[in-house]
């Protein structure tokens, strides 16, 4: 199966894929990327590598959409804010589920000023990630 995990930064979508999936599944997640082709640290993300990096997870995404080699689920770690991006996203690798990891908005800026790895820079960066997310976020309709 394909999933796509989505949620606000800092809303534990990382620590969810990790706690359910196993050694033969696939993790798409763009801040592994960005740590695998340097030698930054997971959050400094140069635009020199931008390009890279999203050729990379595109890669992927043709990988997943054309079932390539033997692995058993894939896990798509995204924001997703917009349901239109998520509908693309489902549309192109035939995603069999959305799961939004659904963490407020208090509680993620609180595991943000409790991160060690990210400088005073970076978590005033990441604050207004967290903030931009919840001011954008569509929800999926929902009929009664």
Same mark, same amino acid.
């Given at each position: 199966?394909?999933? +796509?995990?989505?949620?606000?930064?800092?809303?534990?979508k990382?620590?969810w894929?990790?706690?359910?999936?196993?050694?033969d599944?696939?993790?798409?997640d763009l801040?592994? +990327?960005?740590q695998? +082709?340097s030698? !930054?640290?997971?959050?400094?993300?140069?635009?020199t590598?931008?390009?890279?990096v999203?050729e990379m997870?595109d =890669?992927?995404?043709?990988?997943? =959409?054309?079932?390539?080699?033997k692995?058993h !689920?894939?896990y +798509?770690?995204t924001?997703g804010?917009? =349901?239109?991006?998520?509908?693309?996203?489902?549309?192109?690798?035939g995603?069999?589920?959305c799961?939004?990891?659904?963490?407020?908005v208090t509680?993620c800026?609180?595991?943000l000023?409790?991160?060690?790895?990210?400088?005073?820079?970076?978590?005033e960066?990441?604050?207004?990630y967290i903030i931009d997310?919840?001011?954008?976020y569509?929800?999926?309709?929902?009929?009664i």
């Amino acid at each position: 199966e394909i999933f +796509i995990i989505y949620g606000s930064p800092c809303a534990g979508k990382t620590t969810w894929v990790h706690s359910v999936a196993t050694k033969d599944d696939l993790v798409v997640d763009l801040d592994s +990327i960005w740590q695998m +082709i340097s030698i !930054n640290n997971r959050y400094d993300k140069p635009t020199t590598l931008k390009s890279v990096v999203f050729e990379m997870r595109d =890669k992927m995404y043709d990988i997943i =959409k054309y079932r390539s080699g033997k692995w058993h !689920n894939a896990y +798509i770690i995204t924001g997703g804010a917009l =349901k239109g991006d998520r509908d693309r996203l489902i549309q192109r690798v035939g995603a069999d589920e959305c799961i939004l990891i659904d963490t407020d908005v208090t509680e993620c800026l609180k595991r943000l000023y409790m991160r060690t790895d990210f400088n005073d820079k970076q978590k005033e960066d990441w604050k207004n990630y967290i903030i931009d997310w919840f001011s954008s976020y569509q929800p999926d309709e929902i009929n009664i």
